[in-house]
């Protein structure tokens, strides 16, 4: 037979001939911790072990270091505050965030950690979804098509919620530096004579974007991952807010959209902390991945994790907490199949738990973005958890 036929018998895939190889391998054995895997006789020993599990795939435990937070800036809002703050993640690492604070607060009150996306675009980080003065008009672009123009953080503080919204690794103040780099392909010269703009899209597509491989391939000869890295991160940001006296720690939740929902994804599933979630635009399974719609970020991907946690388990480790799945059936990211196979697995996970109400699953009419009408409902499920 020849080869054409044979290829003609064999399933298209984004990685053509081997996809049979690798789609055989991880149907073998799959998800051994997740909840569904067996009958548990306790939740929180199965919480433990497959949490453990997890902290040890990310692979991250950098030397810890006192938050030593400032604040760099200062700008009153209408109905609230936006601080600029910087603050320690590690013993090597700093982050700066917006701390927005609602104006006339009685007592301490609910706050929300707000995830930025990835989108390609790595200049800014916490600025896509929080208001800024002076905006680049690729900025306001890009938040039109996202997010239906609005900035939802401050959304949220307009209605009484606290707001922190930290940079994650390779975004806004921690983006890569050019002038550091062994080869910048030219950066400075091309940005030479052009507008604000255009230059943030050089850098994006031009530097950072092709830098991810390297940059993914360095994390991981250095035994650790990209995802470990921001899940750090993004677990100091709760420490944050506990350092604040304004918050109530026991209402703290956290909201993204794509990237922002994979971080939302494990920040709600690692930290009994986060008290409720909500994930735009970045729910599927691995097996939905395999195939096709694997086109990501280096960011997402965690060596052997499939063969103890699929994504959908994650967010899991931390039920029955409140967790609200928000959907896109225009998402060219992920396939329907893949979305509402995780549905499915978070469904029967919540009922089992007996908790069924505290899980909840939407879509909507768009493309991979989180539009006014979804931000609606994500503000009313963070209302009825936290308030």
Known sequence: MSSTL???EQPKSDVANFYPLLDAYASKENSSLSYLSRNWRSVEKWRKT???QLNDLLAFNPTPAPLNSEVLSTTKREGYTQYLVRYNVNALQKTEAFLLIPDNLTKPAPAVIALHDHGGFY?????????????????KEYVQNLYDGRYYADELAKRGFIVLCPDAPYFGSQKLNPALLVDAKGYEKKIGGADESERIKIYNKQVAGPNEVAMNKTILTAGTTWLGMIVQ???????????????????????????GGLRS???FGLDSRIKTGVVAAFSTTYQHM??????????????????FLDLPDVPSLNAPRPLMIMNCNQDKLFSIAGMQAAEQKLSTIYSRMNASDKFACKYYDAPHSMTIPMQEDAFAWLEKWLK
């Not at 200049?123 to 003065?133: A, I, L, P, S, V």
């Open 123 to 139: 200049f800014f980080g916490k600025e896509k979804h929080t208001y800024t003065d002076n905006q680049p008009a690729l900025l």
């Open 290 to 307: 395999l195939q096709q719609h694997a086109h990501h970020t280096w960011m997402m991907y965690v060596p052997r994790q499939y063969e």
């Open 265 to 267: 994804n494990y920040l």
């Open 6 to 8: 044979k290829a003609q």
């Open 233 to 259: 991160n993004d677990k100091v940001a709760v420490d944050f807010l506990l350092s604040r006296p304004e918050v109530d720690k026991d209402k703290i939740g956290c909201i993204g959209l794509s990237l």
């Open 50 to 52: 497959a949490k453990a």
